[in-house]
């Protein structure tokens, strides 16, 4: 059934692996796009560009938190393909997926992650309401993140993951 208010979430979580310190040498610009589309289904598309420039290699163990339910269409690391090397599992009440990549000196490269979410939002009925929580990665600084919405609603969001961020769009408007 349409819901009224619609609770998204996502939280990218990082494990260097690689027993060094070149996670110190990383830098992460994050792009996630949002589509609402008129029959209220929610679609993302995340890109994390990493530039490393320390001189270690930096291996990288992701784990994406969304909502339970949510599907993962696309993943990859620069042109390779990732999503057949992808784990899903469900902890604290959300869904997510679980992937490694390395980052080599010198290299920048993106992640990009495709997913629909089960939200269903009732983009007809006046007040309904599309709230996004982002959470910072710990041990992070002020990581560049713009958020871009389209369909039925659109704007553009400038900002950075300095903390955890809350989004709210009014979608009756």
Known sequence: ?????AMDFLAP???????????????????LETNIDGLGRVEHTLRIGYINGGREVYKNRMRIYLP???????????????LIDVASFTEYGRGGYSFYFEVASKEQKSLILEYLTPIKLNIKSPGTKYILDVRKQAGTDQDPFTW?????????????????????????Q
Do not use: C, H, M
């Open 1 to 5: 059934r349409p819901q009224d208010q």
């Open 13 to 31: 979580v990082e494990t260097n692996v690689g027993g060094n310190k070149a996670n110190n040498f990383i830098d992460r610009r994050y792009n």
């Open 148 to 172: 871009i919405l389209k369909g039925v609603k659109k704007q553009t969001v400038n900002t950075d993951l300095l903390k955890d961020r809350r989004f709210e769009v009014d979608l009756s």
């Open 68 to 82: 339970a339910g949510t599907k993962l269409t696309r993943a990859s690391w620069g042109e390779a393909e990732l």
